[in-house]
């Protein structure tokens, strides 16, 4: 990773497909990962790790699967949640928004378990496919 500080807005600007995380950085055995999300992504778990949101621009929003029942959290812009492991979450977003993540290196972003992946989607990595 660089030893240089990293402009998030320039790293956002690099990119144009959604819903396919980039790394920027590490810090120990964890990804700093920025995305660029629009419309919906998939229900899914993270059975072994916990998923840091923080929205840097924007407005996202989780759907939550929870003992209780369902919920959504709505995160504005500049606000973080994060989701338990093992919890079938969706993020989505109506009007778009750009995040940042942090996750261990190597989780995929349709988590352990997930509902079927859409075709534009690479069901390894969960990023969007090239057209």
Not at 83 to 110: D, K
Request: charged share 25%; hydrophobic share 35%.
């Amino acid at each position: 990773m660089s030893s240089e500080p990293i402009s998030l807005s320039t790293a956002l600007a690099s990119f144009d497909a959604l819903w396919s995380p980039r790394i920027v950085t590490r810090v120990n055995d964890y990804d700093v990962r920025i995305a660029k999300v629009a419309g919906e992504h998939v229900w899914h778990a993270h059975d072994d790790t916990d998923e840091f949101f923080l929205v840097l621009d924007g407005e996202l929003h989780i759907s939550l699967r929870e003992p209780e029942g369902e919920r959504t959290v709505k995160l504005p812009q500049g606000a973080v949640f994060t989701v338990p492991r093992g919890t079938e979450h969706r993020p989505y977003a109506p009007s778009g928004a750009a995040i940042l993540m942090f996750e261990p290196t190597g989780t995929p972003t349709v988590g352990d378990r997930h509902d079927e992946i859409p075709e534009h989607v690479d069901a390894t990595t969960g990023h969007a496919l090239s057209t």
